[in-house]
Nanobody, 124 residues
């Protein structure tokens, strides 16, 4: 399975962006799809995840109530709607897919497939 992330860009604080993560290749039936991000000089951090079958979602505290993760299973695509963006949201955003549903979903090692990353830059 190959993941293709897109939708990043340069925006101002308070603006919105919608990231997409499209899967291609063999049948896409993950247990979990997640978004991570890596800011300059920082380690990769968990942003949000969605259970592909049931649709349950979890968010990092830093993005809760501003970001929404969703999926369109007919199109094998996951989304990250980002509202009220802040300069501290500036990072490269990566989507990832895991076969199962794990309690340690914040662990990047759980995810076997990764997109190439899309840059989000928020100016103040």
């Amino acid at each position: 399975v190959q993941l293709q992330a897109s939708g990043g860009g340069l925006v101002q604080a308070g603006d919105s962006l919608r990231l997409s993560c499209a899967a291609s290749g063999r049948t896409f039936s993950p247990g979990t799809v997640a978004w991570f991000r890596r800011a300059p000089g920082k380690e990769r951090e968990f942003v949000a995840r969605i259970g592909w079958i049931g649709g349950s979602t979890t968010y990092a505290d830093s993005v809760k109530d501003r970001f929404t993760i969703s999926r369109d299973d007919a199109k094998n695509t996951a989304f990250l709607q980002m509202n009220s963006l802040k300069p501290e949201d500036t990072a490269v955003y990566y989507c990832a897919a895991a076969l199962g549903v794990y309690s340690d979903y914040r662990n990047p090692g759980r995810y076997g497939s990764w997109g190439q990353g899309t840059q989000v830059t928020v100016s103040s």
